[in-house]
């Protein structure tokens, strides 16, 4: 936690700079789509292509672009995931395994503008503070994700994107993985 405030106070830093030198950017957004378990909760002994990803969630949130440096934004958000229960059979046994109940909230840092012209593309990486619990564990550790983004329309002050996205929660020797596909409506404040 303290490395992601210490990480968000630099981006601020940086940004509070650059905004000397021409006009800040801020716009507000929110999201909205879909998030899939990779490789979680499975046995090596009966492990098969099928059983790779887990139920498909939903997630949604809030973003705040801040475009401050001419080649990075910097992306504060808040998101929410709910993932599926799922049936798994045990010597003869089914049991269902609660899905998670996710909270996470951090920077992204994206290459370019996620707002502007047609059809444009960026690439973006972020750190967060991610909560997952479910029945019996929880887990609160830092999170790293990265992907790719996909401007689709953009007028003055409204534009239209979707990104796809690879995240991770790390929790000790290993880590809780998730891809996602969001789409999502962005609002500009400020030039």
Do not use: C, W
Not at 125 to 131: E, M
């Amino acid at each position: 936690m303290k490395r992601l405030l210490m990480l968000t106070l630099f981006a601020l830093l940086l940004a509070g700079g650059a905004a000397q030198a021409g006009p800040v950017g801020v716009s507000v957004g929110a999201f909205a789509g879909l998030s899939v378990p990779v490789l979680q909760d499975v046995s090596t002994s009966s492990f098969s292509p099928g059983k790779a990803f887990g139920g498909t969630g939903s997630a949604f949130g809030l973003r705040v672009p801040v475009h401050a440096i001419s080649l990075i934004t910097f992306e504060p958000y808040y998101a929410k995931s709910k993932y599926k229960d799922r049936q798994e059979t045990f010597g003869g046994i089914t049991y269902t395994r609660d899905g998670f109940d996710g909270k996470s909230y951090g920077v992204n840092f994206i290459l370019g503008k996620p707002e502007g012209g047609l059809l444009h593309m960026y690439p973006y990486f972020g750190i967060s503070k991610t909560k997952l619990t479910r029945t019996g564990e929880e887990i609160s550790k830092a999170g790293y994700n990265f992907g790719l983004g996909m401007g689709v329309f953009s007028s003055q002050k409204v534009s239209v994107g979707a990104r796809g996205e690879f995240s991770m929660v790390a929790t000790g020797d290993t880590s809780r993985k998730f891809l996602g596909a969001t789409a999502g409506v962005t609002y500009r404040l400020r030039p």
